[in-house]
């Protein structure tokens, strides 16, 4: 399993991002996913995650109604629309998908966030 995240960028105080993941390679009975970031001189912490089918979903508090993730299985893509960006949202976002008893990472996409 690859995956490879896109949509990262800087971006104003206020302002919106979509990032993407694509998964590519054996992408057959992928489990859950999720977003995760990292801040400079911080721990990688979870964003926010969706089941499967899509179906369910969970946001760290510091994301809640702001940030929307999804997916889109018959095309083996993962999203997740960021809207009202702050500074501390600034971080390497990394996309995690999990396959049986194995995670899979993707090498991150920057997200710089200016106030």
């Known amino acids: 399993v690859q995956l490879v995240e896109s949509g990262g960028g800087l971006v104003q105080a206020g302002g919106s991002l979509r990032l993407s993941c694509a998964v590519s390679g054996s992408a057959f009975s992928i489990n859950a996913m999720g977003w995760y970031r990292q801040a400079p001189g911080k721990q990688r912490e979870l964003v926010a995650v969706?089941?499967?089918?899509?179906?369910?979903?969970n946001y760290a508090d510091s994301v809640k109604g702001r940030f929307t993730i999804s997916r889109d299985n018959a095309n083996n893509t993962m999203y997740l629309q960021m809207n009202s960006l702050k500074p501390e949202d600034t971080a390497v976002y990394y996309c995690?998908?999990?396959?049986?008893?194995?995670?899979?990472w993707g090498k991150g996409t920057l997200v710089t966030v200016s106030s």
């Open positions: 969706i089941s499967s089918g899509g179906g369910s979903t």
């Open positions: 995690n998908a999990k396959k049986f008893r194995m995670d899979y």
